[in-house]
């Protein structure tokens, strides 16, 4: 008989590591959300990363909306 009622382990949560793109001219820019992030600049930045590459040039859109302080170039 399977005992239905054994304790599982929990699933280990990876640690965030950062998002990194590049934009048309090669440069790397990696998300590293700042501390004080406005619910304004997180809606913003929601069609960034559901597109899954739908949006072409996904740098202007963060000029456009002046989100460049949550991205650092990655050298």
Not at 19 to 40: E, L, R
């Amino acid at each position: 008989m399977i005992w239905p009622f054994k304790k599982e382990e929990p699933t280990p949560i990876p640690e965030f590591e950062g998002i990194v793109f590049k934009d048309q001219d090669g440069v790397s820019w990696m998300y590293k959300p700042v501390t004080h992030i406005t619910a304004a600049e997180v809606a913003k930045l929601l069609p960034l990363f559901a597109s899954q590459g739908m949006m072409t040039d996904r740098f202007a859109y963060i000029k456009k909306h002046n989100l460049q302080r949550n991205f650092e170039r990655v050298e």
